[in-house]
């Protein structure tokens, strides 16, 4: 019969997995979406440069707004607009 702690540890230890999962899933997600972005760009006929250059500013500003603001509601990410 396993002890209480036991429990305890094996739901925290739980917790840090679905937690860990959570943020890798997140950074390879964003990875994928910030390749996507960087190719629409350069397909709507940006330079690298300037590729670059929007979406340094899209993440410095409207992202980094985003993932600063109010965590307590629940509010998708902005999108990076692309006009070609």
């Known amino acids: ?25 997140g950074y390879a997600e964003g990875y994928w979406t910030a390749l996507t972005n960087f190719y629409k760009l350069m397909d ?4 690298k440069k300037k590729s670059f250059k929007y ?9 980094i707004e985003w993932r600063d603001g109010d965590c307590t509601k629940e509010q ?8 070609k």
């Open 1 to 25: 019969m396993a002890k209480k702690n036991d429990t305890v540890d094996a739901r925290l230890f739980a917790g840090q997995v679905y937690q860990e999962y959570g943020y890798r899933n």
């Open 44 to 47: 709507a006929g940006l330079s």
């Open 55 to 63: 979406c340094r500013n899209f993440f410095t500003q409207e992202l």
């Open 76 to 83: 998708l990410p902005p999108q990076l607009k692309v006009d």
